[in-house]
């Protein structure tokens, strides 16, 4: 409990006050804030507050609610994946469509809001706030921009970059790519740098995935690391033929980063070179993709390295920051760094060296994929812990009252399954877990005492490689049908009806929705996902716009496009029975506490449920789930997650459900908690969008009466 006297809650008001006004910044007492994405550096997901306890978690009520605006409610397309950060009693977050704002965190009040006209939909996880104890700024992306905005009127820093932002193109472009980039994590702090990561497309037109860090007064540059090397570089023998820059794109940090600001290490998880699922273009392991790069915050110098997967063609990049934390082996206290995989793993490190503290086998898989693929003959593999998802999908695996089981297990039958990473031939190959884990991006809390908490799916996948059967340049011509083949068809199917959670939508109808130009904009400049077309020509997009519209001329041709990759994926398919349940056994959903200490698992429990199948008598099966846990000094839980659209708070020792309650659209996100004149509060951010869920734009609190 939070003991304050009256002396100190007056002084703590008062400061909070001034600093709104301008006069002074904040000086809260320490640990009452949420100071940075997931908590701290750290990425703990962590907060000492004791106020909310296991033994009055279930007084827990509304204490406000605010309506950030931008919601789609007719589509159901805009989300909230936002974790805020909260300073001094002034809450920061981002809005249903990509509006920083800040509102006083006791009340909801809006303080201010921007209004920028060009964030073209994309889906941001937070801001970053910075001081130098007088000034306070806050950073996020949109578009393709990266913004610094005054902390306490949200106007833009005129001095940084071009009158307040600066342009993440600049320095990832090379010949042929696309000019799709979005800084929609939150960017990590490290003395006066601010260290950029960026998600780009994931096609064979995808940008470079540089690492950055600029200044955070100017917004100059002032170190890249290549995560494609050039020649002269660590790595660039891993990258056949030569010159991987002038034709390559991706290993691109997208997921975030955590930072020993004692050290001045950054420790940096890396994605897949692009395209994610063929790489006969890209033979050997491929350096810097795949990785876990630990680098001196100030210079960019690789400090060391461990490659999760090896030449990656199953889009396996590891999908959240790394956690750091303290463990103990031996009597000896080990400062160590723990990144979480969508396969299901947990890979343990010491955070100087490098050195793995469990131990890690190369393993044999297949390597029978599609003519020009040479995939790696071994993957690395801990021993330890054990993985926090099961490992492979068989007939044995299926759910036993799926609705056409006969149907799935005669399918299965024909399908390559049984072990990961099967390379994608033209034969139907399952990805368990699914394409986007395992873990996901909501990442992993980790407390004091060494145990990590994840948050996992465990629902299987399918996709072949095709022929792309495209025609010889100049000399033949395609179809809008063909077209949309080629650039579409992986995410929104061939029968243009989407995927069965609205994970990427139907197509079917969209001029009733979208007007002719709207349509154009979206090809090319992208929306959320999607990314931008830009590199067709405009011929090219003009007749996949007449073939999603049934028009006539969607069957003129144009110009044959440049060749280029021999082979398409047909799409991330999760795969459901004919009632729209995951065809594998539960459960669907789960969370796991492991000790790493030791490297044993503490429980693991289902994450969410299907109330329907509840009320007949089944056991919570947990569900698919985005977003992260939080975890409290009193020993709570709390997290959303889960497509049922409810918060809970657990038990961090047992994984009992203490309380729970519905929100306004699902949690799609991570709780933060903070404390405001010695009140705790515990907020999550309710965008829904996604898993077939309505969007939001509700920011809720809770704290005690």
């Known amino acids: 409990m939070i003991h304050l006297t009256l002396l100190q809650r007056f002084l703590v008001g008062s400061l909070a006050i001034l600093g709104s006004v301008g006069l002074i910044v904040s000086k809260p007492e320490p640990g009452t804030d949420w100071a940075e994405y997931n908590g701290d550096g750290a990425r703990s997901h962590y907060s000492p507050l004791s106020q909310i306890t296991p033994d009055n978690v279930q007084r827990l009520q509304v204490a406000w609610t605010y309506a950030s605006g931008g919601a789609d409610t007719v589509g159901n397309r805009t989300q909230m994946q936002c974790n805020p950060v909260v300073i001094g009693g002034i809450l920061y977050g981002v809005s249903a469509n990509t509006q920083a704002f800040a509102v006083d965190a006791s009340t909801g009040k809006e303080r201010w809001k921007t209004r920028l006209p060009d964030t073209d939909g994309t889906t941001s996880r937070g801001v970053t706030y910075w001081t130098d104890g007088s000034e306070e700024r806050i950073f996020f992306g949109a578009g393709n921009w990266l913004y610094a905005l005054d902390a306490k009127t949200g106007e833009p820093i005129q001095e940084f970059g071009q009158t307040g932002r600066i342009n993440l193109l600049e320095g990832i472009t090379r010949p042929g790519a696309d000019e799709y980039v979005r800084s929609n994590t939150p960017n990590t702090i490290y003395k006066n ?59 691109n940090a997208w997921a975030g980063m955590a930072i020993d600001r004692e050290r001045g290490i950054v420790f940096i998880p890396t994605g897949s070179a692009a395209y994610d699922f063929y790489g006969g273009n890209r033979k050997g392991d491929n350096l810097y993709a795949n990785c876990l790069l630990a680098l001196d915050a100030a210079t960019g110098k690789r400090l060391w390295h461990f490659q999760f997967v090896h030449h990656d063609i199953w889009d396996r990049d590891p999908p959240a920051p790394p956690n750091l934390l303290t463990v103990v082996q031996g009597n000896k206290r080990i400062d160590a760094v723990a990144q979480t995989t969508k396969q299901g793993h947990v890979f343990v490190f010491d955070r100087v060296t490098g050195k793995p503290l469990f131990p890690v086998v190369e393993k044999a898989f297949p390597t029978d994929g599609v003519a020009g693929e040479q995939p790696s003959r071994t993957q690395p593999i801990p021993l330890k812990p054990a993985p926090f998802t099961a490992q492979a999908f068989t007939e044995k695996d299926i759910n036993p009252w799926a609705s056409n089981r006969d149907e799935i297990a005669a399918t299965l039958r024909k399908a390559r399954t049984g072990s990961p990473f099967i390379p994608l031939t033209s034969t139907m190959t399952i990805f368990f877990p699914g394409t986007d884990g395992g873990a996901q991006w909501g990442g992993s809390a980790t407390d004091p005492e060494g145990t990590i908490y994840i948050p996992a799916k465990q629902n299987p996948c399918f996709s072949t490689l095709i022929s792309t059967e495209q025609p010889t340049a100049g000399k033949a011509s395609v179809t809008g049908a063909n077209l949309y083949a080629l650039n579409c068809k992986a995410c929104h199917g061939a029968d243009r009806k989407g995927n069965h959670d609205g994970s990427y939508p139907s197509l079917l109808g969209v001029n009733a929705r979208l007007s002719t130009d709207a349509i154009h904009q979206v090809l090319l400049k992208g929306r959320g996902m999607m990314p931008s077309f830009s590199h ?68 693991q429990v289902p994450l969410g449920e299907y109330p329907e199948l509840t009320a007949k008598g089944i056991p919570p099966t947990g569900t698919d789930n985005y977003g992260g846990p939080l975890v409290t000094g009193s020993g709570l839980l709390f997290i959303a997650a889960s497509r049922d659209g409810q918060l809970r708070a657990l038990d ?54």
């Open 536 to 603: 067709l020509p405009e011929a090219e997009r003009k007749a996949i716009v007449d073939f999603l519209q049934d028009k006539t001329t969607s069957a003129q041709p144009v110009n044959a496009p440049k060749a280029g990759l021999p082979y398409q994926h047909t799409g991330y398919n999760r795969w459901y029975d004919s009632n729209g349940y995951p065809v594998s056994a539960p459960p669907w959903g789960t969370l796991t506490a492991i000790d790493l200490n030791t490297g044993e698992h503490r429980w």
């Open 193 to 251: 740098l601010l260290i950029v990561g960026a998600r780009v497309s994931e096609g064979e037109t995808a940008l470079l995935g540089d690492i950055r860090a600029f200044d955070v007064r100017t917004g100059q540059k002032v170190w890249t690391f290549h995560t494609i090397p050039q020649p002269s570089e660590p790595g660039y023998s891993t990258w056949q033929p030569a010159n991987p820059r002038q034709r390559l794109g991706g290993a």
């Open 652 to 705: 961090k020792r047992t994984g009992k459900i203490l309380w729970q309650a519905p929100l306004p659209a699902a949690g799609f996100a991570t709780p933060a908690t903070y404390s405001v004149n010695g009140k705790q509060y515990v907020v999550i951010a309710c965008g829904g969008g996604k898993l077939g869920r309505k969007s939001g734009d509700r920011y809720v609190a809770y704290a005690l009466p």
